[in-house]
T-cell receptor, first 112, second 112 residues
Framework: DAGVTQSPTHLIKTRGQHVTLRCSPISGHKSVSWYQQVLGQGPQFIFQYYEKEERGRGNFPDRFSARQFPNYSSELNVNALLLGDSALYLC???????????FGQGTRLTVV | EDKVVQSPLSLVVHEGDTVTLNCSYEVTNFRSLLWYKQEKKAPTFLFMLTSSGIEKKSGRLSSILDKKELFSILNITATQTGDSAIYLCAVLGSGNTGKLIFGQGTTLQVKP
């Protein structure tokens, strides 16, 4: 069984640009969550989606948005990139949101 | 404000030593506590603890939860260099969001 897959693995963007990160959950999992991890810190919750509906949103600006598709894959979009958005973006999938969450390899975003 | 605190922040031991990592939490509505190992990118799931006093074990790793004192410990016996990683503790609240609140992690280095 494939685990959680994220793409791309690395990305370099310029300030002000827009970025889209993608995540495919484990087969059968209906919940996808997104986290931002900056160096030296634990991951910070951005969004959770379950059955295509947003179930939770962390303390991030409106430049961050996400959606979940009928096949349960998900996209995280970030507009008007800032240097401070440089981080590892992690996607986690779980059966229903309150069960064990399994993480993908992450997307390393560098904003220059 | 919900908070998860891990200690120590970093630890250096030699192969064969036993280590104990600590995680304390203050969360409004607690559902479960999870431990992850992060080597390069993806946090790898180790344990999910829901009930007090029941030890979970996997090989040389074990963990226990104390819901009265609001903490958990992760023990690693007979450490190996492959145990070198960041160990993350996270708490899942009882709402519908599936939001994991992470501690800042403990960086473990095991020397040969």
């Amino acid at each position: 069984d494939a685990g959680v897959t994220q793409s791309p693995t690395h990305l370099i963007k310029t300030r002000g640009q827009h970025v889209t990160l993608r995540c495919s959950p484990i087969s059968g999992h209906k919940s996808v969550s997104w986290y931002q991890q900056v160096l030296g810190q634990g991951p910070q919750f951005i969004f959770q989606y379950y059955e295509k509906e947003e179930r939770g949103r962390g303390n991030f600006p409106d430049r961050f948005s996400a959606r979940q598709f009928p096949n349960y894959s998900s996209e995280l979009n970030v507009n008007a990139l800032l240097l401070g958005d440089s981080a590892l973006y992690l996607c986690a999938s779980s059966l229903v949101g309150y069960t064990e969450a399994f993480f993908g390899q992450g997307t390393r975003l560098t904003v220059v | 404000e919900d908070k998860v605190v891990q200690s120590p922040l970093s630890l250096v031991v030699h192969e064969g030593d036993t280590v104990t990592l600590n995680c304390s939490y203050e969360v409004t509505n607690f559902r479960s506590l999870l431990w992850y190992k992060q080597e390069k990118k993806a946090p790898t799931f180790l344990f999910m603890l829901t009930s007090s006093g029941i030890e979970k074990k996997s090989g040389r790793l074990s963990s226990i939860l104390d819901k009265k004192e609001l903490f958990s410990i992760l023990n690693i016996t007979a450490t190996q260099t492959g145990d070198s990683a960041i160990y993350l503790c996270a708490v899942l609240g009882s709402g519908n969001t599936g939001k994991l609140i992470f501690g800042q992690g403990t960086t473990l280095q095991v020397k040969p």
